[in-house]
């Protein structure tokens, strides 16, 4: 059984950092393309972030997020994270990781937002002043 647990959130005022993580166990966690997506409140998914596998893995931001975020992962722990810097109020979601294939997928923006995708509980980012 695939079980992804986030964990990190917090609030934090504009300007400020997180580090959030996500643990995953149930699959061969090196060989999978992972990702980050959030859901503001009273809006839809949207996808912020993907890392592929491999020892130099291939990374993707959401527009809005580059230069902020970073994703990356540590196959030796089943962890991939997400660094947040300079927080925006907008970032303000609950962050969710995602797993995906067996291979990069080329619109990660389409792939992790669909409802079959597996996903954590979530962890939830407040960013205001």
């Known amino acids: 059984e695939v079980l992804l647990v986030e964990s990190g959130g917090g609030s934090v005022q504009p300007g400020g950092s997180l580090r959030l993580s996500c643990s995953a166990s149930?699959?061969?966690?090196?060989?999978?393309?992972m990702a980050w997506i959030r859901q503001p409140p009273g809006k839809g998914l949207e996808w912020v972030s993907a890392?592929?596998?491999?020892?130099?893995?291939?990374?993707k931001y959401l527009d809005s997020v580059a230069g902020r975020f970073t994703i990356s992962r540590d196959n030796a722990k089943n962890t991939v994270y997400l660094q947040l810097n300079s927080l925006r109020t907008e970032d303000t979601a609950m962050y969710y990781c995602?797993?995906?294939?067996?291979?990069?997928?080329?619109?990660?923006?389409?792939?992790?937002?669909?409802?079959?995708?597996?996903r954590g509980q979530g962890t939830l980012v407040t960013v205001s002043s």
């Open positions: 995602a797993r995906g294939p067996a291979f990069w997928v080329k619109n990660p923006e389409i792939y992790f937002t669909d409802s079959g995708v597996p």
């Open positions: 890392i592929s596998d491999g020892t130099i893995p291939y990374t």
């Open positions: 149930g699959f061969i966690f090196s060989i999978h393309t």
